[in-house]
C-alpha cells in the first residue's frame, strides 16, 4: 500500500519556541493532504486540509496563524507550531489523499509534540 | 457528513473471526465505506473500503449490506496483532474523514 511518512516522529521543546513537522508521500503524489491532533484516549481531530500550492483550509477553532502549514510540493507538506505551550502537547497525525475513484487517504505513523 | 454508529468495544478469541459491525444508515449513493484501525501510538493504518460489492485483500474482507445502510469488517482469523481501535468512516472523493469514537478491539489469547 502507499507510504507516508512524517518527521520526526517525538519531539521535546521549551514554550515559546517553534516546531516544524514533514509529512511525504513517498511512493505516490498527493495533491491534498491533511493534519490531524489527537489528545490521549481521544479520537483523530482534523486541524487542518491542505492543498499543494494553495492556502490550507483550517477547522473550526484552529488557529492558522499559531499551525501554519505549507504544502509546497506533491509529496510534502509541513505543519509548524508556532509559539508553542504546554496545551499544544499532543500526537500530530498527517495523511495523504492517494487519488483515484475513492481517494483513499494514508496515515503518517504521527509525531508526538511535548511542550515544556 | 454521514455518521456511522459502532461498538465501543468488543473481544475475540486468538485465532478465531471477527465480525465488526458499523451501521451506516445516511449513507449517500456517492459514499465509499472506509476501514481503518489504529494502533497505540501510532498512526492509523488502512485496512480495506468499499462502495457496493463486498471486498477481499489480504488484511480483511469487508460486507456490505444490499440497501449500505450497514456493513461488517471480517477479521478471518485474529491475532494478538489485530488488537487496535477500528474506525468505520464514510467518504466521497477528497474530502476530509470525520473520525467516531470507533471500537476497540481485544484479542484473547
Known amino acids: 500500500g502507499a507510504v507516508v511518512s512524517q518527521h520526526p516522529s517525538r519531539v521535546i521543546c521549551k514554550s515559546g519556541t517553534s516546531v516544524k513537522i514533514e509529512c511525504r508521500s513517498l511512493?505516490?503524489?498527493?495533491?491534498?493532504m491533511f493534519w490531524y491532533r489527537q489528545f490521549p484516549k481521544k479520537s483523530l481531530m482534523l486541524m487542518a486540509t491542505?492543498?499543494?500550492?494553495?492556502?490550507?483550509?483550517?477547522e473550526q477553532g484552529v488557529e492558522k496563524d499559531k499551525f501554519l502549514i505549507n504544502h509546497a510540493s506533491l509529496t510534502l507538506s509541513t505543519l509548524t507550531v508556532t509559539s508553542a505551550h504546554p496545551e499544544d502537547s499532543s500526537f500530530y497525525i498527517c495523511?495523504?489523499?492517494?487519488?483515484?475513484?475513492?481517494?483513499?487517504?494514508?496515515f503518517g505513523p504521527g509525531t508526538r509534540l511535548t511542550v515544556l | 457528513d454521514a455518521k456511522t454508529t459502532q461498538p465501543n468495544s468488543m473481544e475475540s478469541n486468538e485465532e478465531e473471526p471477527v465480525h465488526l459491525p458499523c451501521n451506516h444508515s445516511?449513507?449517500?449513493?456517492?459514499?465509499?465505506i472506509h476501514w481503518y484501525r489504529q494502533l497505540p501510538s501510532q498512526g492509523p493504518e488502512y485496512v480495506i473500503h468499499?462502495?457496493?460489492s463486498n471486498v477481499n485483500n489480504r488484511m480483511a474482507s469487508l460486507a456490505i449490506a444490499e440497501d449500505r445502510k450497514s456493513s461488517t469488517l471480517i477479521l478471518h482469523r485474529a491475532t494478538l496483532r489485530d488488537a487496535a481501535v477500528y474506525y468505520c468512516?464514510?467518504?466521497?472523493?477528497?474530502?476530509?474523514?470525520?473520525f467516531g469514537t470507533g471500537t476497540r478491539l481485544t484479542i484473547i489469547p
Open positions: 495523511s495523504a489523499s492517494q487519488p483515484g475513484v475513492a481517494d483513499t487517504q494514508y
Open positions: 511512493d505516490f503524489q498527493a495533491t491534498t
Open positions: 491542505s492543498n499543494e500550492g494553495s492556502k490550507a483550509t483550517y
Open positions: 445516511t449513507i449517500s449513493g456517492t459514499d465509499y
Open positions: 468499499g462502495l457496493t
Open positions: 468512516i464514510l467518504s466521497f472523493g477528497n474530502e476530509k474523514l470525520t
